[in-house]
């Protein structure tokens, strides 16, 4: 099947840093990737569709300037978190699809943590 | 309000019983209904993916069945052991939905215990 992976898988960061996190397709091109982040005993919360080559669209509620999402390439896609606060301690999950399927491929997520 | 409704939200259940987890979701018009295995800590991984037409679905130990008529489905496990402690999340995708956009359950958190 096809593969999403998704770096780092854990991260402490500094109160006011920055942290990116990738998300690249391995075996497939995705022209469209999702970003989602999730708190315990949660559902996974849409905060963005990137778009290879284009800007973000960005779910109501979700500072696009505090979450920077790049889609340069058809198998990347990176969100940077800026000026990480501890609010922003989450758990940060990509998918992506495979153009004409309707598969959608998660990666493993990347656990934040802001101290 | 979610337009998808999961129940329950945790069970616990001893290896080798059966049990079976329920869907409900208001989405319309709707497209297809996947279940999702997520372990902790873990993206989500696909377990089986149904549109309008199919009723059920199954994917070794795991069946899923969907009523469109009534927005319900259905994961059964069977057989159950330690490693399908999980969270299982059903993942509704509406046909005026963008590619790849879904409308997530919250989960149901299944212990399976020796």
């Known amino acids: 099947g096809a593969v999403v992976s998704q770096h780092p898988s854990r991260v402490i960061c500094k109160s006011g840093t920055s942290v990116k996190i990738e998300c690249r397709s391995l075996?497939?091109?995705?022209?469209?990737m999702f970003w989602y982040r999730q708190f315990p005993k949660q559902s996974l919360m849409l905060m963005a569709t990137?778009?290879?080559?284009?800007?973000?669209?960005?779910e109501q509620g979700v500072e696009k300037d505090k979450f920077l999402i790049n889609h340069a390439s058809l198998t990347l896609s990176t969100l940077t978190v800026t000026s990480a606060h501890p609010e922003d301690s989450s758990f940060y999950i990509c998918?992506?699809?495979?153009?004409?399927?309707?598969?959608?491929?998660f990666g493993q997520g990347t656990r934040l943590t802001v101290v | 309000k979610n337009q998808v409704e999961q129940s329950p939200q945790s069970l616990i259940i001893l290896e080798g019983k059966n049990c079976t987890l329920q869907?409900?979701?208001?989405?319309?018009?709707?497209?297809?209904l996947r279940w999702y295995k997520q372990d902790t800590g873990r993206g989500p991984v696909s377990l089986t993916i149904?549109?309008?037409?199919?009723n059920t679905k199954s994917n070794g130990r795991y069946t899923a069945t969907l009523d469109a008529d009534t927005k319900q489905s259905s994961l059964h496990i069977t057989a159950s052991q330690l490693s399908d402690s999980a969270s299982y999340i059903c993942?509704?995708?509406?046909?005026?939905?963008?590619?790849?956009?879904?409308?997530f359950g919250a989960g149901t958190q299944v212990v399976v215990t020796p």
């Open positions: 998918s992506a699809t495979r153009t004409g399927e309707g598969e959608a491929f």
């Open positions: 075996d497939f091109q995705a022209t469209t």
């Open positions: 990137s778009n290879e080559g284009s800007k973000a669209t960005y």
């Open positions: 869907c409900n979701y208001t989405v319309s018009p709707f497209s297809n």
């Open positions: 149904m549109t309008f037409s199919e």
């Open positions: 993942v509704v995708s509406g046909r005026t939905d963008s590619w790849g956009k879904f409308q």
